[in-house]
């Protein structure tokens, strides 16, 4: 696609995305969607301007300078809001395209007034920022979903060319199903955070109590906190507290995403958190001693995503909050464990425990109450064995995909044998094969196994072809090899541990 192609050269607009731009000027050329130099980078993200052919192609074909064209995307935010772009990793506080999901297909969000109003209605970048949530303009919460086909409302980067609606000429209609964006509903929202975040980066810094700090610092200090409401366990210690917060946990609906980290919620969900917690670090420190404190938070819970969180704050958690939390005394557990089998007949499972103890489950109670059983009965070993045999003939008589399943069980006939865990069994990055062979000459330890035993070493023999080597040498995955024992252990007693090796004798 040459330069010559472009006749027309709109303008971005104020604060107009890469990809919105380079869709009208699509447009102004008489393309229905965007040109791009070949089409493996139509599904890159644009707006992340990451790819740098792709950009100085773009100032070429528009005669803009590289700066222009940079500053349109989150390249053009480095040191302000991501460290850098580097393609690989996902930027924080940057939402997804989301066009593989159909289910979960909250994208890059738009306020309808603005498109409605927008003499060439246009997305904003800002709009792809996931501490952003509502239009300052506006006052209104904004929407990441096309209301009437759940679609986002401009993905920016479309995989997909053939799918889009003809109604589809203007960035007021969703590219999807045609629908009038600006005529969608919205709701009032006028907290505001969203502004004083962007001023932040226009300046680089933010005050937080008596200091200001580098945006960079505040932006992953807020990130740490919609963290900690965002994980399963601190947001049922903080609902749980009964604190000022607690309202705010309990409203949080963040099941049907079940985000991993805050750019996967709903703008809705981020509009309820985002502010909070704001207010949570706008104090600092009182206001985050007040919120740790009050929600009985130790250093285990506000460290969850220590990581990421700037060093200040990771001091401050360290320094006060790495306390000893009160547990539930040992003997209240196995009381209440009685009290439930005497009820159910059952002996409670650890989530049970769990439920009623919630954040103060005392671990070393449990672990007295759940004790594991080390050694298995003849009457558990026999039925194990049989199982382990009948899951080797399978795999033997299977000839398509019998060669992982029969090494994962020789394997765990192997662990048996030589009373190794799952996890030793599982790091042994050694070729298996000979230590199979040995392992499996001892076979009269474990007599319902003995015929499969052979035949599982012939097999081995002729099957070990050169492109099956490999495959052999690879270690096994630990997660597979528990499963398969799960299963070999279906019915069992739930105390008795799951390793193989507890069936030896
Ligand atoms: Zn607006
Ligand atoms: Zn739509």
Not at 135 to 160: F, I, N, R, Y
Not at 240 to 249: D, G, V
Request: aromatic share 8%.
């Amino acid at each position: 696609m040459g330069e010559s192609q472009f006749l027309m050269r709109p303008r971005p607009l104020e604060g107009e995305s890469l990809s919105s731009w380079r869709q009208r000027s699509g447009w102004a050329n008489g393309y229905n969607f965007f040109p791009t130099i070949d089409e493996r980078t139509r599904r890159v993200d644009p707006d992340i301007g990451a790819n740098s052919e792709d950009l100085i192609w773009l100032s070429d074909a528009h005669q803009l300078t590289l700066e222009e064209v940079k500053a349109l995307s989150l390249a053009g935010y480095i040191g302000r809001l991501v460290k850098n772009v580097d393609g690989v990793k996902h930027p924080r506080f940057w939402l997804r395209a989301r066009l593989r999901s159909r289910v979960n297909s909250y994208g890059p969000m738009f306020c309808p007034h603005c498109l409605g109003e927008d003499e060439d209605p246009y997305f904003r970048l800002a709009w792809r920022f996931a501490f952003v949530t509502e239009c300052g303009k506006h006052q209104v919460e904004l929407l990441d979903q096309c209301p009437s086909c759940m679609s986002p409302g401009w993905p920016t980067a479309v995989g997909e060319t053939q799918d889009i609606s003809k109604k589809f000429i203007s960035h007021r209609y969703c590219w999807k199903c045609g629908f009038d964006l600006s005529k969608s509903t919205t709701s009032e929202s006028r907290n505001g955070v969203g502004a004083v975040l962007s001023n932040g980066i226009d300046t680089g810094e933010l005050k937080l109590g008596a200091l200001a700090y580098p945006i960079l610092d505040v932006l992953q200090a807020i990130r740490g906190v919609c963290h900690i409401f965002i994980r399963d366990r601190e947001r049922k210690a903080i609902i749980s507290a009964n604190s000022k917060w607690s309202e705010i946990a309990r409203g949080l609906n963040l099941r049907k995403v079940n985000p991993i980290a805050i750019d996967y919620a709903s703008v809705h969900e981020r509009n309820l958190l985002v502010p909070v917690a704001y207010d949570i670090v706008k104090d600092w420190p009182d206001s985050y001693r007040e919120f740790a404190n009050q929600n009985n938070l130790s250093a285990m819970n506000l460290g969850v995503n220590g990581a990421l969180q700037p060093e200040w704050m990771n001091a401050l958690i360290a320094n006060e909050f790495r306390k000893v939390q009160k547990t539930t005394e040992t003997c209240v557990v196995i009381a209440f464990c009685n009290e439930w089998l005497a009820r159910t007949g059952n002996w409670p499972t650890r989530k049970d425990v769990r439920d009623k103890f919630g954040p103060k489950a005392p671990d070393k109670g449990i672990a007295t109450v759940f004790k594991a059983r080390l050694v298995a009965t003849e009457a558990e070993s026999n039925l194990f064995y049989e199982r382990l045999h009948q899951q080797l003939s399978i795999a033997m008589s299977n000839k398509k995909d019998g060669q992982t399943r029969l090494l994962d069980y020789a394997t765990l006939l192997l662990a048996n044998l030589r009373q190794k865990s799952l996890s030793e069994i599982a790091n042994e990055t050694v070729c298996i094969k000979p230590e199979l062979q040995h392992a499996l000459s001892m076979v009269d330890v474990a007599p319902k196994c003995e015929k499969a035993s052979l035949e599982v070493i012939d097999l081995l023999e002729s099957r070990t072809r050169p492109q099956d080597r490999e495959q052999i040498n690879r270690p096994i995955s630990h997660r597979q090899l528990q499963r398969r024992t799960t299963m070999l252990m279906k019915g069992m007693d739930v105390l008795l541990a799951r390793e193989p090796m507890v069936f030896s004798n």
